[in-house]
């Protein structure tokens, strides 16, 4: 049987050692079924909705095999990972939170999993309370940590020791910097006030492109990210320490848009402009397993210190799957069209939100030294989102689409 790295490059390598396949049934993306319960006549029938990760695209004609995840066959009967703290084991953590951007949807949801666990904590948020970014969520539901017993503040973090008022803390997770500039006042004052661990919101963006996805830790980044070089300085500083690279990520709270990128384009029926073939996989995980990936550093100090820790989830998606998967969550049917960025004259990174490539990370560090576990799942997360999504009424937002309106008249593509 042909693998499915054919589909993803001539050069591409996927090993069925390390990728343990399970079969999504398409049409109903919860069920997942062993190799051993589907017939061969599953994958030999153009009509089959059961698709393999090990299993070529190229056998079966109907584009209704996807979306596809692929999944590890260890996760399909996994348990809840759940963390919970002894007395003696609570932590003083500090939080530095980014004031925009996806990643202070972490920082919350962190802290709320802190919080559950037994543990202090204080979220030192970016810049003014008073500023219009706090308007926005995750920071509008602030008082679902300061009513678990948590703090918020808000001020400089070049100033963090005057900020924190002298208090002390064991653990800071630095969810701002993403340059040496920005993160070493943290760093310094950290060493210098006796923190004992110290973390550090990276990203996956700074591995170099591959042709043999999924990306893992210690594959080769590229040198002159600027969050090497924060990655490095911590390493050198402190003798606990733990990096995080975090992908696409969605949950409630999130102010920056990833599947609402689709589900405006569903609700108004209109079509979808995938950049390439639609079959580039990507990784987009649920803040709260990222949250979990975090206080199981915490809690288990030792095991974490001196790793990278792709702070992702254990499935990838193609282009095409997330759009479908965005379709079924709403309940609305869903055209695709593929367009070459190049030749349609418009810049690919401002037309989709996600990277037109090959960008898909495996938290194998994650499952290997500290035991954790997914407890997510994206089909039904989506089902969430779109429920979040209408009750704040984005539906019936009036909105431009002017880029897409760009690329649909290049390909004679009709909008209703």
Known sequence: MATFVAALSSNSLISSSL?????????????????????????????SSFFSPLMSPSLSSNRAVFPLMFRNSSNVCSSSFSINASASDKKRVLIVNTNSGGHAVIGFYFAKELLSSGHQVTVLTVGDESSDKMKKPPFTRFSEITSAGGKTIWGNPADIGSVVGGETFDVVLDNNGKDLEAVSPVIDWAKSSGVEQFLFISSAGIYNPTDEPPHVE????????S???????????????????????????????CEEWFFDRIVRDRPIPIPGSGMQLTNITHVRDLSSMLTAAVENPSAASGNIFNCVSDR???????????????????????????????DAKKAFPFRNMHFYAEPRAAKDILGWQATTYLPEDLKERY????KIGRDKKDMKFELDDKILESLNVLVA
């Open 19 to 47: 990728l343990q396949q399970s079969y999504i049934n398409a049409n109903n993306p919860s069920q997942t079924l062993p190799p051993s319960s589907l017939s061969s006549s599953c994958f030999s029938s153009s009509k």
């Open 218 to 225: 210690g594959d080769a980044v590229k040198a002159s990210a």
């Open 227 to 257: 969050h090497v070089a924060v990655e490095e300085s911590i390493a050198k500083t402190f003798s606990n320490w733990a990096a995080f690279r975090p992908q696409y990520m969605i949950g409630s709270g999130n102010n920056k848009d």
């Open 316 to 346: 990838a998606v193609t282009l095409d799957g997330m759009a479908k998967l965005c379709s079924q969550a709403a309940g609305r049917p869903v055209k695709i069209v593929h367009y070459d960025p190049k030749a349609v004259g418009v």
């Open 387 to 390: 429920e979040e999504y209408v």
